[in-house]
């Protein structure tokens, strides 16, 4: 693979901004505040259409509740990992990549408190 020919658009997105907030802050069950309202399905569609038309061959994920919600709002062309930070309040970050242009393996994420270091080994599928 020759480097000059090889080009890779890095996003990043805060699932945070998929939820409405209420004024008062409640737990569930698993620590996840309650002041996490979804949006409407039109809110998904379009935060959905405005990441593919980013068309990131990597997006860094951050504040999830798990592997479902970062594929709800890309399309099947992506593969997610997703990791819990051990935090208080148990959300979760994640990696997701283009299946067909990447080979991701060798996933580590080092956490020194806030904020933290991910570590992964990327290999360029042939075209």
Known sequence: MNAENFKLKIASYDTLTLYLTKR??????????????????????????HLLQINADILAIQNLRNEAEALNILSEDYSCFVNKRSTQSHREIGICWKKNKFSISNIQIHKADIPFFLKLSIIKRDS
């Open 24 to 49: 008062e802050e409640i737990k569930d069950e698993n620590g996840f505040s309650s002041r996490r309202i979804p949006r409407s399905d039109l809110d998904f569609q379009k935060i959905r259409e």
